[in-house]
């Protein structure tokens, strides 16, 4: 009789802790599937979803979470003074908008940003003290050292976020750019400018023989090659770095494997200088 009650009891403990990791289960999944609808619904509203401490804290630092996260940490209000942060920002809306409206958008990849001013504490929290930054958030686990861009060798181009963001989730996103046609319309300026000189001087045409102007214009272009202006074409590094916490501007960079334009516009006035 005693031994009966035992396993009667044994099985009612069986009973309710099954009953129990159900019922955590369920929950569990009711709270995932609210995220996830949440950030699809925001992200329905604009490609890039904007998050104060809270919604950082709830939406992609806490789990239950099936998605991976990019998360932008900037600081775009006009006090701040960070031309390099709206720049990065015109290229990570780029990228967004390419993910939102390209066919293979899903719910396996979300773009927010935290701007200092809406988030300092997550900055805090973070031990963050530049801007701006680009961090992944994968869907399971902690953040690794790869999962934070290295804006300051590799620059800011929304076709680079987009390879590193291949790396990091295997998700590849097609870069598009809006139309810009303020190329096409200084090309057809310059040749309708030189054609037009041509035409009023067709008479004398002896200034196109003249080795001084060639070798100006040679030296010109050699001097825009060496001081890295094609490196910077190429790259897409900020003008300058400033620090959001003391406000310190630096216009060299303190890595042998990058720069700044600003160092560009520095080495070719250096080389200029002897000249004249």
């Known amino acids: 009789m005693a031994y009966s009650m035992r396993a009667a009891l044994q099985h009612l403990l069986i009973l309710i802790l099954c009953l129990q990791t159900g019922g955590g289960q369920k929950k569990k999944e009711n709270l995932l599937s609210e995220k996830v609808e949440q950030m699809m619904e925001w992200s329905s509203r604009r490609s ?14 806490a789990p239950p979470r099936n998605y991976s996260v990019i998360v932008m940490f900037t600081a775009l209000q006009p006090q701040r003074q960070c031309s390099v942060c709206r720049q990065a920002n015109e290229e990570y809306q780029v990228l967004a908008n390419s993910w939102r409206y390209s066919s293979a958008f899903s719910n396996k990849l979300f773009f927010t940003i935290v701007d200092y001013d809406e988030g300092a ?4 929290q973070l031990n963050m003290n530049s801007a701006p930054t680009f961090m992944h958030f994968p869907a399971k686990g902690k953040p690794k050292r790869a999962d934070t861009f290295d804006l300051q060798r590799i620059g800011f181009a929304a076709e680079q976020l987009a390879k590193w963001i291949a790396d990091r989730t295997d998700v590849h996103i097609r870069v598009f750019r809006p139309p810009n046609y303020s190329g096409t319309i200084a090309l057809a300026l310059l040749v309708s400018l030189v054609g037009g000189l041509l035409y009023l001087r067709r008479n004398n045409l002896e200034f196109i023989y003249n080795k001084t102007g060639w070798a ?49 516009h520095i080495i070719l006035l250096l080389s200029i200088l002897p000249i004249t």
């Open 121 to 124: 504490d997550v900055f805090q």
């Open 216 to 264: 100006m214009a040679a030296l010109c272009v050699v001097f825009a090659m060496t001081s890295g202006q094609m490196w910077n074409h190429i790259r897409g590094p900020p003008y300058a770095h400033k620090n959001p916490q003391n406000g310190q501007v630096s216009y060299i960079h303190g890595s042998s494997q990058a720069q700044f334009v600003a160092e560009s």
């Open 48 to 61: 890039v979803i904007r998050m104060n401490g809270d919604k950082f804290r709830r939406f992609v630092k």
